[in-house]
Nanobody
Framework: VQLQASGGGLVQAGASLRLSCAAS???????????MGWFRQAQGKEREFVAT????????TYADSVNGRFTISRDNAKNTMYLQMNTLKPDDTAIYYC????????????????WGQGTLVTVSS
């Protein structure tokens, strides 16, 4: 699967932003066959888990740092995943990456074989 993240930008603390991840399936595998996830990487730090959503969207898991502020969702008919980010903080500043996996439950980058190019989110104080 090929992934393209978009929607990043510069916002003030407390604002909201919605990221999108458009998927193009290859080798006969459809978007709904993949678990999807969001990760982020701040400058000088390792890439970290943000959220993941199951194949049909019925199950989601969040990092503690974003739980209650961010919402992951997907529209399998549109081959697209979303990350609604509310009450943004300066600590949320990072490049956000979408990723795909055949298996649900991993919070590790190694659990996701497929990655998009990333979109930059900058939150000013």
């Amino acid at each position: 699967v090929q992934l393209q993240a978009s929607g990043g930008g510069l916002v003030q603390a407390g604002a909201s932003l919605r990221l999108s991840c458009a998927a193009s399936a290859v080798s006969g595998r459809t978007f709904s066959m993949y678990v999807m996830g969001w990760f982020r990487q701040a400058q000088g730090k390792e890439r970290e888990f943000v959220a993941t959503i199951s194949w049909s969207g019925t199950s989601t898991t969040y990092a503690d740092s974003v739980n209650g502020r961010f919402t992951i969702s997907r529209d399998n008919a549109k081959n697209t995943m979303y990350l609604q980010m509310n009450t943004l903080k300066p600590d949320d500043t990072a490049i956000y990456y979408c990723a795909a996996s055949p298996n649900y439950g991993s919070r590790s980058t190694s659990g996701y074989p497929y990655w998009g190019q990333g979109t930059l989110v900058t939150v000013s104080s």
